[in-house]
């Protein structure tokens, strides 16, 4: 049996369903995000197929930093490209290790913000509806004080953390509800609520978390702006959840915790692939555009991948307008255009408790795992 042969039925062999998936648990559960994907699924193909010496891991979509992790964790560099500016902060947070008086620190920043009584940030849209005007003054001495601390990680660090607890600490029912409620919270749970969240990162990303101090670049742009010299390593391994033309709006989830670490989410609304306000609107997207943004990222994928190196999806279908579109068999056809192999096509069930996107938005009980390769 030739190699190709021996890997593909080592693919086949393996149950890709994960139905005790963890990904609610440990370093992946630092920061609330929409549709994660199961790190099981990028650690077990990063166990299957061999990664070329001296190249790196790369996740197009790195979403909440799942593939980086996992490709750390083995010891590869990696490189993450994300649209949103929450998903670049989560990853960037994720693949360092912070310092051991990181919750010292955070505890230095509520104590000058609680001292502090500079203006309510007035910037944000329909804020009074969404926040308590005592809650809008933590958060925005706590933004104030926090973005004064000069190390970039810790810094970086103690955003996700107050990033991680605003829908708690506002009117917003739940993440995924946008109904305004009472809740009883108040200036005094945000400061312990932040201190919390701080001392949850300092367990996961406390000192020699990646004994190799392996590099990891995160672009914060739309993948389809990425030329092949904005990465700066060359990949050997393509692990990516691609979003899904008209599931999920990724910015709207992030919609306030954007606006109070001064991002603009309508920036990233406007860019953002398969959001479903672009296919709801006069001249609406179709099915025809998500094939020429896949074709782009193919396009770049095919220029920065080495030769024998693999390119892997995990992608499910989408319903637009009533019509069902399988999205495999798009990536499957672009492959084809792009000249590289199929390795393996492989269907996997989504557990109902542990899914790897939101079936509420889809009603998707399977994906598919497709498996390319460069020659």
């Not at 005094?188 to 978390?209: D, I, P, R, T, W």
């Not at 004994?211 to 391994?237: F, R």
């Not at 190196?309 to 069902?324: K, L, N, P």
Request: charged share 25%; glycine share 4%.
């Amino acid at each position: 049996m030739n190699i190709a042969n021996d890997i593909k039925e080592k693919l086949h062999e393996i149950d890709w369903d994960f139905t005790g998936s963890s990904a609610t648990k440990g370093i992946h559960s630092i920061h609330p995000y929409p549709a994660k994907f199961i790190p099981e699924i990028p650690r077990t193909i990063l166990d299957a197929l061999p990664v070329p010496e001296g190249t790196a891991v790369l996740d197009p979509f790195c979403g909440s930093g799942t593939t980086l992790v996992e490709a750390q964790s083995k010891g590869y560099p990696t490189v993450g490209v994300d649209l949103n500016p929450i998903a670049c902060l989560i990853s960037k947070v994720k693949t360092n290790t912070l310092p051991s008086d990181f919750v010292n620190i955070a505890e230095e920043c509520i104590g000058r913000a609680k001292k502090n009584n500079n203006e309510i940030n007035k910037e944000i849209p329909n804020v009074n509806h969404w926040f308590k005007v005592d809650i809008q003054h933590a958060i925005s001495v706590l933004v104030s004080e926090i973005d004064k601390v000069e190390h970039e990680t810790t810094r970086n660090g103690l955003r996700l953390a107050l990033s991680s607890i605003i829908v708690r600490v506002s009117n917003q029912e739940s993440d995924t509800r946008y109904a305004a409620i009472e809740k009883n919270v108040t200036k005094e749970n945000v400061f312990s609520y932040f201190l919390v969240a701080c001392q949850k990162l300092s367990q996961y990303l406390g000192e020699n978390l990646f004994e190799n101090k392996l590099s990891t670049q995160i672009i914060n742009k739309s993948i389809l702006e990425v030329t092949p010299s904005d990465i700066k390593k060359p990949i050997g391994m393509v692990i990516t959840s691609p979003p899904y033309p008209n599931a999920y709006e990724y910015w709207l989830y992030h919609k306030y915790r954007m606006w109070w670490l001064g991002y603009d989410p309508n920036e990233v609304k406007t860019s953002e692939i398969g959001a479903r306000a672009h296919y709801f609107k006069k001249n609406h997207q179709t099915i025809d555009d998500f094939k020429l943004q896949i074709d782009n990222v193919m396009e770049l994928l095919t220029k920065v991948v080495v030769s024998s190196g693999y390119i892997c999806f995990v992608v499910g279908r989408s319903i637009i307008h009533g019509q069902h579109y399988d999205n495999s068999k798009i990536i499957e056809d672009l492959a084809l255009k792009h000249n590289l192999s199929v390795v393996a096509i492989i269907d996997r069930n989504i557990a109902k408790h542990r899914k790897s996107f939101n079936l509420s938005h889809a009603k998707i009980k399977k994906e598919t795992l497709l498996i390319l390769q460069k020659m």
